[in-house]
């Protein structure tokens, strides 16, 4: 978004996203450099990133990145829309953690501040573009095990996925 594309322009989002140096760490993500864990948050990148995630070209690219990073490190803790059902559709224990949008909007308030009500409706219509667009529609087959989050604190949420892959072990 710092270059000024034009998000809707396929070919040139995804030679960027095949250009962009990025670094995932533990203490957060760097873009060309810059540290930018708070700005993948922001509501201007929020509002981006259905336009993008639908993007063939960048999918392929950011499938093979997390593909690698995972590989690099004997597996990891991932998170994204598709990654259990597209990205690795073989994990060994793959989890779609979901919550109503009220309850995600609450939470995304609690961490970065924002309109509550307008935050919901950002989410709703990024969770209904998302399941219906063409290339990989947000979808919770393949196996995942769903985790209702709704009304459930961090510890909770943490307590029950220990529990889960404890199970698999």
Do not use: C
Not at 118 to 137: G, K, N, V
């Amino acid at each position: 978004m710092r270059r000024g594309l034009d998000l809707h322009d396929s070919a040139a989002v995804a030679d960027l996203a095949r250009e962009v140096d990025l670094e995932v760490g533990e203490s957060g993500v760097m873009v060309d450099g810059v540290e930018a864990t708070a700005a993948i948050r922001s509501p201007e990148v929020t509002a981006a990133v259905s336009a993008v995630a639908a993007n063939s070209g960048v999918r392929a690219e950011m499938r093979a990145r997390q593909q690698a990073w995972a590989m690099v490190r004997g597996g990891g803790v991932i998170e994204g829309r598709d990654i259990g059902s597209v990205v690795f559709p073989d994990a060994q224990l793959k989890l779609y953690l979901t919550a109503s949008p009220r309850t995600r909007a609450e939470r995304r308030v609690a961490e970065a501040g924002g309109d509550v009500d307008e935050i919901e409706r950002a989410i709703a219509a990024r969770d209904h573009y998302d399941s219906t667009r063409a290339d990989s529609p947000l979808t919770a087959d393949h196996g995942p095990t769903v985790v209702d989050t709704t009304g459930m604190g961090v510890d909770a949420v943490l307590d029950h996925i220990l529990g889960l892959l404890e199970a698999t072990s």
